[in-house]
């Protein structure tokens, strides 16, 4: 069964140091996608990054770079140089297909940075 | 440009209640669209999804449907409300077609509190 896990509920940072979100998926499908997502305080998501099963190598954005071990199934989000204004909870996702249903994406619990000043 | 609408941002409901949240997309045609639902400080879960007009994928038995009567609006309803059914509400749509590789994009929420 596909299945997203986040372990870490809570994680700090010094601003301007790098961090590491964990994120361990399973799927039976060998085409799927890997999305992080971003919700501060207001509610809305924003997405960051995203990794294709099939992609040589890692994703990045900016100061947003997708640590993908396919074998180890997981896909780690790293974030450099945090700033304060990246407190906020953040999501990992998966989408599977296309199937008969489309793209049926399902999300981690998520983990909450806060970055000290 | 897309837009996605849903409303209302805030909910306040009896238990034993009906509820009707709506959701709507402008600018795509024939999107994917979700309906996800957040309890305090946790994750988002995948409540339904559909692909067209009046198909409904339902991923946890429970007390909500989901109904699409046009292709760009997607309705979550539910003729008696729990204590449980309360939370964050977020519709999101995908653009069908675009290839796997595109991001889901998400309305502002709906805050149902039921009383």
């Known amino acids: 069964a596909q299945k997203i896990t986040q372990t870490q509920p809570g994680m700090f940072v010094q601003e301007k140091e790098a961090v590491t979100l964990d994120c361990t998926y399973d799927?039976?499908?060998?085409?799927?996608?890997l999305f992080w997502y971003k919700q501060p305080s207001s509610g809305e998501m924003i997405f960051l990054i995203y990794?294709?099963?099939?992609?040589?190598q890692n994703a990045t954005e900016g100061r947003y770079s997708l640590n993908f071990q396919k074998a180890r199934k997981s896909a780690n989000l790293v974030i450099s140089a945090s700033q304060l204004g990246d407190s906020a909870m953040y999501f990992c996702?998966?989408?599977?297909?296309?199937?008969?249903?489309?793209?049926?994406?399902?999300f981690g619990a998520g983990t909450r940075l806060f970055v000290k000043a | 440009s897309q837009t996605i609408h849903q409303w209302p941002a805030t909910l306040v409901q009896p238990v034993g209640s009906p509820l009707s949240l709506e959701c709507t997309v402008e600018g795509t045609s024939n999107p994917n669209l979700y309906w996800y639902r957040q309890a305090a400080g946790r994750g988002l879960q995948l409540l339904f999804y559909s692909v067209g007009i009046g198909q409904i994928s339902s991923e946890v038995p429970q007390n909500l449907s989901a109904s699409r009567p046009q292709d760009r609006q997607f309705i979550l309803s539910s003729k008696k409300l729990l204590l449980s059914d309360s939370g964050f509400y977020l519709c999101?749509?995908?653009?069908?077609?675009?290839?796997?590789?595109?991001?889901?994009?998400f309305g502002d929420g709906t805050r149902l509190s039921i009383l």
């Open positions: 996702a998966m989408r599977e297909g296309p199937g008969t249903g489309g793209f049926k994406t399902i």
């Open positions: 799927t039976s499908d060998p085409s799927y996608g």
């Open positions: 990794q294709g099963s099939y992609d040589q």
């Open positions: 999101a749509w995908r653009g069908a077609g675009t290839g796997g590789n595109q991001p889901q994009h």
